[in-house]
């Protein structure tokens, strides 16, 4: 059995990765290759998945934590595509707030599934926005939520500076010089998902073989637990009805804007937030990646509408509460504006819990071809962190509770 090509592509929040993986799963389907795509948040109601099934992409989506938590479900999900699509390529993009994905994803992967998947090298996008005042130790975020950026950038096998279309030259350069100094001797590419520029060395790297997905971590989850909990997340599906056709992106960007106003009244920090209308016969989506930027209409729809479905997304450094009134109260007035009525249908806010893999492997497992002798050993006593799985994934993890599970969890090349 041929196995699947499994590509997974990282980045902070608001980094990218949507559009990243959108461009190549239509590099892949040119090239004649069938594709499966698989998205991951904290809750439900996906902009993004709607997004790649308004593109008419196969997808499933993870809800509910990160890739890393729910290690089987991301199994059970891409088994589902492997069912229906016969893949030769899965593309999967995990949750922006999420980091140590080489050890508790990649690893698992390779051990316990490599049979059937070849693991393409890991690469991380860089986002310009944040990424730029962290490096240069201007904040951006706080120190914690900074730490799993600087994480993310770690664990990489490439560092893919994103949004170069939008950079200024010296900005470019100023990124290039501090990426390579923070992290030397990684590949580092430039690229920019929304034009393609960069793109053929990125699906050049993605087909490479070799020692990739090896970077395991040292990692403090206390304080990647507590710096995701800084963010407030919210998911909410509205419908929206008028009697007369409404232009679909202003309503997007203004409802984008308006909440980016709010939000820096308030003294918060976006790390990312979209909305999504989607129509009868067109879809629009609308993206804002920090307080200082302005929105931009990443997919338009050129169209006017009478009924649309809404959903907005939003992960933002403040209260979960705070945040939900403010959306609910901007698409209120939003919508109202043009004459329009809405049912706000699904609401979920919250603030991420703390993560906890049913699996993290403390050392690289060797190849990849199948499942080494110690895994297979592992599973018969009843799997990978068994422990760590106790309590629903919820448990928090002290020092010693997390050394023990390191060391459970380890799969030694010899």
């Known amino acids: 059995m041929q196995r699947i090509r499994f590509v997974m592509v990282g ?10 993986l959108a461009r190549l799963a239509r590099f892949y389907l040119g090239r004649g290759q ?29 809800p509910g934590a990160c890739f890393c938590c729910k290690f089987d479900e991301l199994m059970s999900r891409v088994e589902n595509l492997r069912e229906a699509e016969r893949p030769d390529v899965i593309l999967a993009e995990p949750v922006g707030s999420c980091t140590d994905l080489v050890a508790t ?32 130790n201007e904040g951006g975020f706080s120190p914690k939520a900074a730490y799993i950026f600087r994480k ?27 990426v390579a100094r923070h992290y030397p ?7 920019s998902a929304k034009t393609g520029q960069g793109f053929d060395a990125l699906t050049a790297l993605l087909d490479q073989e070799g020692a990739f997905g090896r970077k395991i971590l040292d990692i403090d989850y206390d304080t990647y637990a507590e710096g995701e909990a800084e963010m407030g997340w919210l998911n909410s599906s509205v419908h929206v009805e008028a009697a007369k056709a409404f232009d679909l992106d202003s ?21 990312h937030l979209k909305a999504i209308g989607l129509g009868s ?6 993206n804002l990646v920090s307080s200082s930027t302005a929105p931009e209409l990443s997919l338009p729809s050129n169209s006017r509408v009478t009924e649309v479905d809404l959903i907005v997304n939003a992960r933002v450094a403040i209260d979960p509460a705070v945040l939900e009134t403010d959306v609910r109260e901007v698409v209120t007035a939003c919508c109202q504006e043009r004459g329009a ?74």
């Open 281 to 286: 016969e067109s879809f629009g989506v609308a």
């Open 34 to 62: 069938r594709i499966g795509l698989v998205t991951n948040d904290q809750a439900q109601n996906l902009v993004d998945t709607n997004t790649f099934r308004a593109q008419g992409f196969p997808v499933e989506e993870v």
């Open 11 to 20: 980045g902070f929040l608001g980094a990218g990765k949507t559009t990243a």
């Open 341 to 414: 009525g809405l049912e706000f249908r699904q609401t979920q806010s919250l603030r991420p819990a703390r993560p906890v893999p049913p699996h993290r492997y403390a050392a690289a497992v060797c190849g990849g071809g199948g499942r080494p002798r110690a895994a297979r050993r592992r599973q018969a006593r009843g799997g990978a962190g068994t422990a760590a799985r106790t309590g629903g994934g919820k448990k928090p993890a002290s020092p010693s509770y997390t050394s023990r599970w390191r060391r459970s969890s380890s799969t030694h090349c010899r």
């Open 251 to 271: 309503l997007l960007w203004d409802i984008t804007d308006q909440l980016r106003g709010r939000i820096r009244a308030r003294g918060a920090e976006v790390a």
């Open 152 to 178: 993310q950038l770690e664990e990489a096998d490439a560092i893919l500076i994103n949004r170069i279309d939008e950079l200024p030259a010296a900005e470019l350069n100023e990124l290039t010089d501090l």
């Open 185 to 191: 001797g990684v590949p580092l590419l430039r690229v």
């Open 105 to 136: 994803v990649v690893q698992p992967l390779k051990a316990l599934y490599g049979g059937r998947f070849q693991v393409a090298p890991y690469p991380v996008l860089f986002k310009p926005s944040h990424g730029l005042r962290i490096l240069r």
